[in-house]
């Protein structure tokens, strides 16, 4: 079975999220594609096996992909 750590996850959606931004996503939009993004990531990930960790591990790989971000932009 493929495996996404959360390293991997928050790292992809960034480069989703930075793709958008740069396709003309307003900057207010940024924390609702980033966690859309992660949640879709973890579905797709672990939702086979537990649909509500797919939820919630997906979830924290957009907050944190928007954290880690905010802090580069600085």
């Known amino acids: 079975m493929f495996e996404l750590y959360?390293?991997?996850a928050v790292a992809l959606c960034g480069a989703v999220l930075k793709v958008a931004e740069k396709m003309g996503l307003p900057?207010?939009?940024s924390p609702v594609v980033a966690c859309s993004f992660g949640i879709i990531e973890g579905l797709v990930v672990y939702g086979?096996?537990?649909l509500l960790q797919g939820v919630v591990l997906g979830f924290a790989a957009g907050l944190s992909t928007l954290g880690l971000l905010s802090q580069l932009q600085k």
Do not use: P
Request: aromatic share 12%; proline share 0%.
């Open 27 to 29: 900057e207010k939009f």
């Open 48 to 50: 086979q096996e537990d």
């Open 6 to 8: 959360g390293i991997g």
